[in-house]
């Protein structure tokens, strides 16, 4: 069973920047579209962002366009979420997955924007 390890979380400023990585535990990336999820208190997980295999193709949430950006190193099996520019609203656990049908979920890692 692959585990995927978010990690880089933590509490920072309006207007701060945060980067998360996710980590697999073997190599599943190469032909997968991979992407950044995140669950605020009380609502639904939502898909913030995504990366095609080869990193041809990126899309955003569009409350986080500009502001936030996906990446990859396939030969590091990690997944990265560069996030600039916080806001309160993007506060939640954040998680990483593959596009479709998931793999079972990591512990995330939690976003705390508060000044």
């Known amino acids: 069973q692959v585990q995927l390890v978010e990690s880089g979380g933590g509490l920072v400023q309006p207007g701060g920047s945060l980067r998360l990585s996710c980590a697999a535990s073997?190599?599943?990336?190469?032909?997968?579209?991979m992407g950044w999820y995140r669950q605020a208190p009380g609502k639904q997980r939502e898909l913030v962002a995504s990366?095609?295999?080869?990193?041809?193709?990126?899309d955003y949430l569009d409350s986080v366009k500009g502001r936030f950006t996906i990446s990859r190193d396939n030969a590091k099996n990690t997944v990265y979420l560069q996030m600039d520019s916080l806001k309160p609203e993007d506060t939640a656990v954040y998680y990483c997955?593959?596009?479709?049908?998931?793999?079972?979920w990591g512990q995330g890692t939690q976003v705390t924007v508060s000044s």
């Open positions: 073997r190599n599943i990336f190469d032909f997968l579209t």
């Open positions: 990366i095609s295999s080869r990193s041809e193709r990126t």
């Open positions: 997955n593959k596009i479709g049908v998931p793999y079972n």
